[in-house]
């Protein structure tokens, strides 16, 4: 069975950075995309940053610029790095893989608050 592992989330003062892990079981990363979304209280979940098995990656524009997707296949590790986060990227961050069917970890809370 597949299943995902995220870590590296908590508390960040503004202008600071975070890095995300989501680690995947089994050898899965070299074929398959896979997403970072993020759900605020109160709001709708929301694509963060994806990343094809081709490399090809996206980015909301609301991150583009400060946010980077990357991958490493050989430790089935896919990670976010966070730069100049604000208040407003506060919320529980969430990875996907597509594996045919969309399959989620269990989520990782992000707080950026002074």
């Known amino acids: 069975q597949v299943h995902l592992v995220e870590s590296g989330g908590g508390l960040v003062q503004p202008g600071g950075s975070l890095r995300l892990s989501c680690a995947a079981s089994r050898s899965i990363f070299s074929i398959y995309d896979m997403a970072w979304y993020r759900q605020a209280p109160g709001k709708q979940r929301e694509l963060v940053a994806g990343i094809t098995s081709r490399g090809s990656t996206d980015y909301a524009d609301s991150v583009k610029g400060r946010f980077t997707i990357s991958r490493d296949n050989a430790k089935n590790t896919m990670y976010l790095q966070m730069e100049d986060l604000k208040p407003e990227d506060t919320a529980v961050y969430y990875c996907?893989?597509?594996?045919?069917?969309?399959?989620w970890g269990q989520g990782t809370q992000v707080t950026v608050s002074s």
């Open positions: 996907k893989i597509n594996l045919g069917y969309d399959l």
